[in-house]
């Protein structure tokens, strides 16, 4: 006997919350299956030291409720993994989400019951829920991928991922800690092991290019202008191609008279946010070689990505490349060291811009070693550590740092079958199909949130998942409305918008074939290599999902 319900929804992060309350609102009996003990989603799975948000908190909050605006205070500019988990959980109890929600319930198959036009979820207990629409609020970046190395199940010591950290305290001290990974997750847990950790050995593979990220503790000045602008940046967060208003608290900045000694740089969120080439109004090839470094050497790496010529044309890129490199070698102490840390094989811009605090500065530390993957090939792993052609590294912990099977990787996991019983991972063998990253033909009433082919994580998340839970919402009460039973989109606009979402992609740093990103699924071995994400910018996009469903829900069947 299976639960029935108007709406299953998949996952509890933040995707899965949001829909839960609107779905709600809408008056839907809705059931939340969610495989952790808790809400949170990646905030909830990733506790490794050092994670932290690289979209300012201000805006990597939900833009739904007045009332949380203003009652949520933020400890910083970017927040890092404990306050924002704080603050999922204050959206859970404020909303009183948890009743909905069944938590430690993970769902192996998902299935379309056609008789019935209805979707079952069953869960690895074999408990099976059903509902005439099924919402995957499963995430991007969800599914940890541990690469299969020779001798893994020899390691006596402790295994950890960056992606599954444990909720209970890791005790890193006297340990010999390795860790494999340098992308945002390595990148950001490095510096805080290292000062816990007796000996750290990093094992890197490609070089990354990071910046330091904003560190400032957030000013109740800029906190309040926010608050007091609240609508207005909302409204510019949707008119922006990567989801942030970019707004300038300017008040709190000029005005703080009664704060006389606090510090009046401009408040700058910009640095890090998402943003697009045309948004970035400067030119690198203007500069000459001693301006460049001398900008660098004032202003940080952080300088390289305001240029907009970095992002569209390969010499500039290069330029940009070269100065970072130059920069680099003047932080490390050890020139061999340095040279090894130095990306050479691909641009700024072809990956997710990693942010970092101190992650130069710990290898001019004693305690910390780098191992160049390349250079000293990893043969084996053994019981006490790793054997690479140089050398063995003792360690007591091993730790992957080692990323995602994004965008798709939790899709395919929950074994989804639609219309013929057909499964998604066959209509998927040569790369994700789906109009506007929202749903699949042969799929029907199955919605994915921030699915591929929608700008996800080229956008703040939290804007891109508001978006696409209202518009899954609205199609909802269409339908109700209307009498009508099922959406799912036609194959011909299915298609198209793949080849759109190919074609504004194609001849941008992201597609470049030097660049091997996550975005592409280069990360996985035997994936496809697509570049998932829709680069075209969110403002377009949210203006395309409105235009369709004024023009009457074009591209889809309703029936
Ligand atoms: P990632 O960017 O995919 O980096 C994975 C790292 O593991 C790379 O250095 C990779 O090297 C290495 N690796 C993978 N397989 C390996 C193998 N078999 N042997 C040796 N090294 C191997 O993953 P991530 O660092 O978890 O970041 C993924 C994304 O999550 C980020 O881009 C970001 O969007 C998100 N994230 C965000 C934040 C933040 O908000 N600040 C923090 C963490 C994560 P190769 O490059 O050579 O493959």
């Known amino acids: 006997m ?81 306050d924002i988990l704080k603050y999922a959980n204050h959206v859970a109890e404020r909303f009183d989400l948890r009743r909905d929600i069944r938590f430690n319930t993970r769902v192996v198959a998902i299935d379309y019951l056609e008789d019935d036009n209805l979707w079952r979820a069953t869960t690895e207990t074999g408990e099976a829920v059903e509902a005439r629409f099924c919402v995957m609020a499963t995430g991007c970046l969800s599914v940890p991928n541990k690469p299969t190395l020779p001798g893994a199940d020899d390691f006596q010591g402790t295994v950890l991922h960056t992606g599954l950290w444990p909720k209970e305290e890791v005790d890193l001290s006297g340990k010999r800690v390795g860790i494999i990974g340098t992308g945002s997750s390595g990148v950001q847990a490095i510096p805080e092991l290292a000062k816990q950790a007796q000996h750290l050995t990093v094992f890197q593979r490609t070089p990354v290019y990071t910046v330091p990220a904003n560190r400032k503790r957030m000013r109740a000045e800029v906190q309040q202008e926010f608050r007091d602008h ?90 940009a490349n070269e100065t970072y490199r130059e920069a680099v070698r003047n932080m490390i102490d050890d020139p061999e060291v340095a040279e090894r840390l130095l990306p050479k094989t691909y641009g700024i811009g072809c990956k997710r811009q990693v942010l970092d605090r101190d992650f130069y500065d710990t290898f001019n530390r004693d305690d910390v070693t780098l191992v160049d993957l390349f250079e000293t090939p990893l043969e084996t792993i053994t019981a006490t550590g790793i054997q690479t052609s140089e050398g063995h590294h003792d360690l007591d912990l091993l730790i992957y740092a080692t990323g995602f099977d ?145 023009n009457g829900y074009e591209g889809f069947t309703l029936s």
Request: net charge negative; glycine share 10%.
């Open 406 to 550: 994004a965008m798709t990787g939790a899709l395919l996991k929950a074994n989804i079958r639609g219309r013929d019983r057909q499964p998604l991972s066959d209509k998927w063998r040569h790369g994700p199909v789906a109009y506007l990253g929202l749903q699949m033909q042969g799929f029907p009433n199955l919605f994915t949130v921030t699915g591929p082919g929608s700008p996800s994580v080229l956008c703040n998340m939290l804007v891109a998942i508001e978006q696409h839970v209202n518009w899954i919402g609205e199609c909802i009460d269409y339908l109700r409305d209307q009498g009508l039973q099922s959406i799912e989109p036609t194959a011909s606009a299915e298609t198209d918008w793949v080849a759109h979402v190919n074609q504004v992609a194609e001849g941008t740093m992201y597609t470049t074939p030097s660049c091997n990103s996550w975005y592409l699924g280069a990360n996985i071995s035997g994936k496809p290599r697509i570049f998932m994400p829709y680069v075209g910018g969110y403002s377009k996009y949210r203006e395309r999902c409105e235009q369709i469903v004024a």
């Open 230 to 319: 609240y609508r207005a940046i909302r409204d510019m967060q949707q008119h922006n191609p990567g989801g942030v208003s970019n707004f300038r608290p300017f008040r709190s900045v000029q005005q703080p008279q009664a704060t006389q000694t606090v510090a009046r740089e401009p408040v700058s969120f910009q640095q890090t946010a998402p943003q697009s080439a045309e948004s970035r109004p400067n030119e690198i090839m203007r500069l000459t070689p001693e301006e460049r470094t001398k900008l660098v050497a004032e202003r940080g790496l952080g300088m390289l990505l305001t240029f907009r010529d970095v992002f569209t044309n390969a010499e500039a890129n290069e330029i």
């Open 2 to 82: 299976s639960d029935r319900g108007d709406v299953i929804i998949v996952g509890a992060g933040f995707a899965g919350m949001y829909a839960l309350y609107r779905f709600r609102g809408q008056g839907l009996n809705v059931i939340v299956l969610e495989a952790g003990s808790d809400v949170g989603g990646t905030w909830y799975w990733n506790r490794y030291p050092g994670a932290r948000c690289d979209v300012p908190s201000l805006e990597y909050s939900f833009g739904f409720s007045e009332e949380l605006e203003q009652e949520w205070d933020w400890p910083e500019v970017f927040s890092a993994q404990p």
